[in-house]
């Protein structure tokens, strides 16, 4: 990456623009919805995915904020609502003081460009059919920008900002290995300057070798331009490095937010301690790790077309009580946690991750193995 590159102003920016005081992208009971439908030989519908239901999150100026849960917890659907390539079915997305939730093409057209996204499968998310020249240069052209000393100059200086070689312009994407594909997918949401990138699970597809140089390429390029980033992905260790900012999703919900050293350090949700107890570490010397709790959970997430009363958690929580059942759990400020560390828990964790007195393991074949070994 050459030191001496310098990144033209910004084109074009909408009358929006927030202060450093409020947030960038405020994001309040966004909820989404999939029909199932059935029946013949009228179709009807018989019920819905509850994919995302009632998630509020915030992300200032300049801030990472990251987007962690297991799969299928409904992560990349809230970014695709929050990049509007899908329609919310309740809820609000306030992007620069500004309601988008409903915007339609036209109200959209002003701040899309300062909305961008980076997709997670580096080999599907670029055109087979067009050059990296062509792939970045689309979405200026779609936009009706024409940089200082035109697009192709713009094209080969993005290039060069993500790590490739500007005589790439004119190749086509099935000669780029998996981590350069990534890079272009990065350079295309530079091309229009943005104030916000999702980046959704950019690096799950790419070999470990190559998924530190892209994480630390986004680094560089958020303090570089000081763009926000909202950055989804299942993998803590990522997610710790690179963002300021966590919540932790569950089912379709937000159960935990706040700074990245109460997260991992001091977290208060049963889930939270689950998620960071099953990240894998290695004694040098052969023995295990000591020190840290040890939880291991039983049975699948439950189907998000039927998802349990109340804390949707309760099924796999060793602290699950009756109220569990009939309350759901509001996202509050607990007493002892820092400003801004909310949860969703009426029975929460100690706000640590040290070793238990007695290894919470719900699994009852993981319990009987472990029982015969003993």
Same mark, same amino acid.
């Given at each position: 990456?050459? @030191? ?7 084109? %074009?920016?909408? @009358? ?12 309040? %009971? ?60 309740? %809820? ?6 500004? @309601? ?15 909305? $961008? ?68 997918? /990065? ?23 190559? $998924? ?7 680094? $560089? ?24 900012? /966590? ?17 991992? #350090? ?70 002892? #946690? ?35 070994? @003993?």
């Amino acid at each position: 990456m050459s @030191d001496n590159l310098t990144l033209p102003a910004q084109q %074009g920016p909408s @009358d929006a623009t927030p202060s450093s005081t409020e947030p960038l992208l405020e994001v309040e %009971g966004l909820t989404k919805h999939f029909p199932i439908y059935g029946g013949f030989p009228i179709k009807r519908k018989v019920g819905a995915v509850q994919a995302v239901d009632g998630v509020s999150l915030s992300v200032g100026v300049a801030e990472s904020v990251g987007l962690v849960g297991e799969s299928g917890c409904g992560k990349s659907t809230t970014g695709r609502l929050i990049t509007r390539l899908l329609e919310p079915t309740a %809820g609000k997305i306030t992007y620069a003081g500004q @309601d988008i939730t409903h915007a339609s093409r036209r109200q959209l057209a002003p701040v899309r460009s300062e909305i $961008q996204m980076i997709f997670q499968d580096p080999y599907s998310s670029l055109n087979p059919r067009q050059t990296v020249g062509s792939i970045i240069k689309s979405p200026m052209e779609v936009n009706g920008i024409e940089p200082a000393g035109g697009r192709e100059k713009k094209v080969r200086e993005l290039l060069e900002l993500v790590g490739l070689n500007p005589e790439h312009y004119n190749r086509f994407p099935h000669e780029f290995s998996g981590g350069q594909r990534q890079r272009i997918g /990065v350079a295309r949401a530079l091309a229009l300057e943005p104030k916000l990138i999702v980046a959704d699970e950019p690096v799950s597809a790419l070999d470990v070798s190559i $998924q530190a140089q892209v994480v630390n390429l986004l680094q $560089q390029v958020q303090k570089e331009l000081g763009i926000a980033f909202l950055f989804i992905a299942h993998d803590l260790a990522v997610v710790r490095h690179f963002s300021q900012r /966590v919540a932790v999703m569950y089912l379709g919900k937000v159960v935990e937010v706040g700074d990245r050293d109460s997260i991992y #350090n001091r977290p208060r949700h049963p889930y939270t301690h689950a998620l960071l107890s099953a990240v894998p570490e290695i004694e040098l010397d052969g023995g295990s790790p000591e020190g840290r709790e040890r939880i291991r959970l039983s049975g699948d997430v439950p189907s998000p077309i039927s998802p349990p009363s109340g804390c949707r958690f309760r099924t796999r929580c060793w602290k699950a009580q009756d109220k569990c059942a009939t309350e759901e759990p509001p996202l509050v400020q607990l007493s002892g #946690n820092r400003a801004g560390h909310l949860t969703a828990c009426h029975f929460p964790e100690e706000p640590t991750t040290e070793a238990r007195d007695e290894d919470v393991v719900l699994d009852p074949a993981l319990k009987a193995l472990e029982g015969d070994a @003993d």
